[in-house]
């Protein structure tokens, strides 16, 4: 009999004690909703020169149909509790929720994330700040940019005031320790850009000349080492000496 008679207190106990248990946690079934917006951050790796400055050719438009995931809690660690896609025009929203702190995330094309945190009350939406994910061949890399001075030595002596920009030159990069090797040709005004190069990593840059009439080529070389991911290193002058002509193949 005080077996049955305990039995029945727990079995009574039971549904306060599940009131209480969800009455503050974090999750759906509730009036609460968080909203936002993801726009997506494209870029290819193309730069911009405006004077001494250099900057990323990037554009800038509404994310659709993007993962964007939450999870119910503080712990930014956790493995998310719920995901959904963002609309025609990059917005999101996740509804039900209680009150109380979450976390919600969208992946850049190189796997990182970016994250927002936010705190709802018992009703009503919150807004997010903005959610930037970057896009492109150019995402996690870094770039360099330089420029190239010739001299024509059969004319003129070593004189800095007779060095000329070089148009339309071929420029050799490569990773020191690497084989692989990138090319590019010098502007109107003798400047060189490499982008979508490994963060802070070290490089060699190159161009080559023919020497007088013995067909020898010899490579006039800099070392230069990128800068963080999304960084634009800005080498210095890589100077030659040409007694016919530079390779223009």
């Known amino acids: 009999m005080k077996i049955f008679k305990k039995l029945i207190l727990f079995l009574a106990a039971l549904p306060l004690v599940s009131l209480f248990s969800c009455t503050d946690e974090e999750g759906e079934d509730r009036k609460a909703t968080i909203s936002g917006i993801v726009y997506k951050v494209l870029d290819d790796g ?4 405006n004077g001494d400055n250099y900057s990323f050719v990037r554009d800038t438009i509404p994310a659709p149909d993007i993962d ?16 959904i896609k ?21 992946c850049n094309d190189d796997d990182t994330y970016v994250m927002r945190t936010a705190h709802c009350g018992k009703k009503g939406t919150t807004e997010v700040e903005p959610i930037y994910i970057h896009d492109g061949k150019n995402t996690g890399k870094a770039a360099v940019v330089g420029a ?87 080498s210095g002058i890589l100077k030659g000496r040409f007694y016919s002509r530079l390779f223009y193949l």
Do not use: C
């Open 68 to 83: 964007v995931f939450v999870i119910y809690g503080g712990d930014q660690e956790s493995v998310y509790d719920d995901k």
């Open 148 to 234: 190239v001075k010739i001299l024509y030595a059969a004319l003129y002596d070593d004189d800095d005031d007779d060095y000329v920009p070089a148009v339309a030159v071929r420029v050799y990069i490569r990773a020191l320790g690497q084989m692989a090797v990138s090319d590019t040709r010098t502007d109107n005004d003798g400047n060189y850009y490499f982008s979508r190069l490994e963060p802070e990593t070290d490089y060699v840059v190159w161009v080559e000349a023919e020497q007088r009439k013995n067909g020898i080529v010899k490579a006039y070389t800099d070392t230069i080492s990128t800068g963080k991911a999304g960084e634009i290193v800005k």
């Open 86 to 106: 963002t609309s025609h025009n990059g917005k999101f929203e996740f509804k039900y929720l209680r009150g109380g702190d979450y976390s919600v995330y969208a």
């Open 46 to 49: 193309d730069i911009a020169k």
